[in-house]
């Protein structure tokens, strides 16, 4: 019987990320969460946290906003932030990184650089669909 290596064991999370990290202050309403979604393209921005030098500690997805949408709502970024915020190195490989997603429930992952400690990036499940699919 032959071991396989998963098919993104070689692929780094550094190579499929969006490198920056869109942010929000807690207090921004949702619909201009939103503004900011439709204008970036993007399906996810972190609410960083004022008190720990801007750190995100949650995100907001197009989830949350569908849900606001629906009920009607006018909730602050802080208030709808139901996602936490979760971790991956940029030098950990891409089949790691889903399966953090998996066993967190996430689809959004805080991309870490390892040198200095700070965030670089986001990683999606788009990003990790879109390598297994070029793998």
């Known amino acids: 019987m032959t071991i396989h290596d998963p ?5 780094r999370v550094s190579d499929v990320m969006h490198t920056g990290i ?4 807690p207090t921004t ?3 201009v969460v939103a503004q900011l979604m439709a204008a970036q393209r993007v399906h996810a921005v972190a609410v960083a946290d004022p008190d720990r030098a801007g750190r995100p500690f949650a995100f907001i997805t197009v989830a949350q906003i569908a849900v606001a949408a629906a009920d009607a709502t006018d909730e602050s970024a802080g208030e709808a932030a139901t996602t936490e915020v979760v971790t991956v190195l940029s030098t950990a490989s891409a089949d790691d990184a889903a399966r953090i997603m998996v066993e ?8 870490i650089d390892p040198s200095s400690g700070h965030a670089c990036g986001v990683l999606s499940g788009l990003d990790i669909a879109a ?4 793998s």
């Not at 869109?22 to 202050?25: A, C, F, N, P, V």
């Not at 967190?104 to 991309?111: A, G, K, Q, T, Y």
């Open 29 to 31: 309403p949702l619909r």
């Open 131 to 134: 390598a297994y699919a070029n």
């Open 104 to 111: 967190r429930s996430v689809d959004h992952l805080i991309v």
């Open 22 to 25: 869109l942010t929000t202050d």
């Open 7 to 11: 098919i993104l064991s070689h692929v």
